[in-house]
């Protein structure tokens, strides 16, 4: 899954390190930079999401993300 949509993106696949191979399998990481691939991927996956929590999480961040990221990265008290 992490490759095709390293495929569709301009994401790079990282392995985690994994401090105890006896007991958990290895795991990766996907990192995507570009903005609009990330919120195309999160729109996509979004009706797959069964943990409440990262499902309200998602659906915050693709509605409120350009209201508390400001693009400079200077955040005013408020903001912050």
Do not use: C
Not at 22 to 37: P, T, V
């Amino acid at each position: 899954m992490l490759e095709y949509i390293q495929t569709v993106t301009s994401g790079h696949i990282y392995n985690k390190k994994n401090y105890k191979p006896d007991k958990f399998k290895d795991s990766y990481i996907l990192s995507i930079k570009i903005k609009k691939d990330v919120f195309y991927i999160l729109k996509e996956v979004l009706p797959y999401l069964r943990i409440t929590k990262k499902r309200k999480r998602a659906e915050w961040v693709l509605k409120q993300y350009e209201e508390v990221t400001v693009r400079n990265g200077k955040y005013t008290k408020e903001k912050l």
